[in-house]
C-alpha cells in the first residue's frame, strides 16, 4: 500500500482544513487508516484513526470535536477535517495504514505518507 496526503497549508486560527489520504492498492478498504502529527522537536503522535468498514473511529482528546475522520473506499482516499483550528496544530500530518485494530498503537502501522505541513497561525 502506498500513502499520498496533501491539503496541508497555512491557515488563521479558527480556520479549517481537510486533508486527504490516497491510497494504492486494491485491498485497501481491509486496512485501518490513521492520522497523526509530529511539530518540530517533538514525537509523532495520534491524532486518530477509522477502520477500514468505517464503523469503528478513534480520536485523541485533543482533537474531539473539531476534527473528523472520513474514507470513501471506493476512491481509496481517508479524509482528516479539521475545524477551529488552533496554533498548536501546527505540525506535519502523516497517514498511516495497517491491518489490525485501528486502537492498535503506532508500531502496528507498516505503511507511511510523505507527510503534509499544516501551520495555523495566531
Known amino acids: 500500500v502506498q500513502l499520498v496526503e496533501s491539503g496541508g497549508g497555512l491557515v488563521q486560527a479558527g480556520g479549517s482544513l481537510r486533508l486527504s489520504c490516497a491510497a494504492s492498492?486494491?485491498?485497501?478498504?481491509?486496512?485501518?487508516v490513521g492520522w497523526f502529527r509530529q511539530a518540530p522537536g517533538k514525537e509523532r503522535e495520534f491524532v486518530g484513526a477509522?477502520?477500514?468498514?468505517?464503523?469503528?473511529?478513534n480520536y485523541a482528546d485533543s482533537v474531539k470535536g473539531r476534527f473528523t475522520i472520513s474514507r470513501d473506499n471506493a476512491k481509496n482516499t481517508v479524509y482528516l477535517q479539521m475545524n477551529s483550528l488552533k496554533p498548536e496544530d501546527t505540525a506535519v500530518y502523516y497517514c498511516?495504514?495497517?491491518?489490525?485494530?485501528?486502537?492498535?498503537?503506532?508500531?502496528?502501522?507498516?505503511?507511511w505518507g510523505q507527510g503534509t505541513q499544516v501551520t495555523v497561525s495566531s
Open positions: 492498492g486494491r485491498t485497501f478498504s481491509t486496512y485501518a
Open positions: 477509522i477502520s477500514g468498514s468505517t464503523v469503528e473511529i
Open positions: 498511516g495504514a495497517h491491518s489490525g485494530s485501528i486502537y492498535y498503537p503506532i508500531s502496528w502501522y507498516n505503511y
